[in-house]
């Protein structure tokens, strides 16, 4: 679950759950609050056992996002396979599911099983005290919106086969197995796992993957996601694993030091942008291909007064090369105006006078920039 603003009403909607699904399906990892990646999707069957070869994969739904919805009240007798093929079998009519409610939000309609579920009732704890209330004060929060229509699969579950209808959802993928028994027929599928294994590679299934450039075949899969890129310090921040691939680099992971969150800013391409942020301090990390070399820069910032030490470091041999005074007071709110304003030159102007820019280290809105670069071939 997420509070993706920390500043919103605390009402229903100020904790959620993530748009996983939606990732797994279609690849597009969230790396931040506006940032993405294009992944593959995840080979991970949807519902099931981990192992199971009959039943669809989230990838295998990516081309049925704009399937036309079915009409409300129609027998529901779709197939899909391991692979996304869709075709009909009749003989699914008998178990006389079909579709209930149309959303027009995403022009998809839920399937029976899953619409009662959503607007169900029973005992809920509300205001220090049980009572009979809606399990869910809107059908979607738990669920999100639909994605897909409803299918019937063969799925392998504890090692037998059978019918189960399954649909997914912005948040969350429903399953409807009429062999369970009551109180057990509409389940959620185990969505976390599955992100957790496609994101960081952690168990057996195919984890996420980069789409390589058009026209060029896709990546074999690495042993092992942490495995697969060298790790570079970024400041007191913490670290960032990336690897090079030819003439574009590809953030692995980031691995933040305790009290700092972090940002990505670009995750794949020619230049690799993170930003970690703990109070008062940001230090920007940025890797970039410069002239066949990657070049790490590092810049620790802090809202204090002291001068910007810019250093080199090449073949293991770190070079300090200049400073540089930076001052970021575009608020005004110091008024040094008046005859013989400073202008902080350093030279013996007579800066006497109202207002005088006396260098007397009073800027307490400037903010100091430490930065490293180094270059590794």
């Known amino acids: 679950m997420e509070i993706s603003n920390p ?51 989230y990838a295998a739904l990516a081309n049925l996002l704009d399937d036309e919805p079915l009409a409300v009240g129609t027998e529901i007798s779709w ?41 169900s009732s029973g005992m809920v704890w509300e205001n220090g005290s049980y009572t009979s209330n809606l399990l869910f004060e809107d059908p ?42 009551d109180g057990w027929k509409v ?7 599955h992100y957790y294994a496609w994101r960081y590679g952690q168990s057996s299934p195919p984890y996420g993957q980069l789409e390589p ?28 694993e990336i690897r090079r691939d030819y003439d574009r680099l590809i953030l692995v992971a980031v691995y933040p030091n305790p009290g700092w969150a972090h940002e990505v800013e670009s995750s794949h391409g020619r230049e690799i942008e993170v930003d970690f942020k703990r109070s008062n301090r940001e230090i920007k990390f940025d890797a970039e291909l410069h002239d066949g070399q990657l070049r790490i820069r590092v810049c620790d910032e802090t809202d204090d007064d002291t001068r ?17 005074l930076q001052h970021d007071n575009d ?15 350093d030279d013996d102007d007579d800066n006497s006078g109202p207002g005088n820019g006396d260098d007397d280290d009073n800027h307490d809105d400037d903010k100091t920039r430490v930065c490293t670069v180094s270059m590794y071939n």
């Open 331 to 345: 608020d005004g709110d110091d008024d040094n105006s008046g005859p013989g304003n400073g202008d902080n030159d």
């Open 213 to 240: 450039p058009y026209g060029q075949p896709a990546p074999s899969p690495d042993p092992g996601y942490g495995d697969s890129g060298d790790l570079y310090q970024a400041g007191a921040a913490g670290k960032v």
């Open 7 to 57: 500043d919103a009403p605390r009402g229903p909607w100020y904790v959620t759950n993530g748009l996983l699904v939606v990732e797994l399906i279609t690849g597009r990892m969230q790396m931040g609050h506006n940032a993405f990646a294009q992944y593959y999707a995840a080979g991970i069957p949807v519902a099931g056992d981990a192992d199971d070869t009959s039943g669809p994969t």
């Open 308 to 324: 910007d030490l810019y250093v080199v470091e090449d073949a293991g041999e770190i070079y300090q090369y200049g400073y540089e």
């Open 79 to 119: 197939r899909i396979d391991h692979t996304g093929n869709v075709t009909t079998a009749y003989a699914l009519t008998g178990h006389g599911v079909t579709a209930a409610f149309y959303d027009s939000a995403t022009y998809h309609t839920i399937a029976a099983p899953f619409w009662i579920f959503m607007n």
């Open 140 to 181: 979607f929060y738990a669920t999100g919106r639909p994605i897909t229509e409803a299918y019937w699969a063969t799925v392998k579950v504890a090692g037998a086969e059978q019918d189960v209808l399954l649909q997914c959802f912005e948040r969350r993928c429903l399953t409807y197995t009429p062999r369970n028994a």
């Open 187 to 193: 389940e959620a599928s185990n969505v976390g796992q």
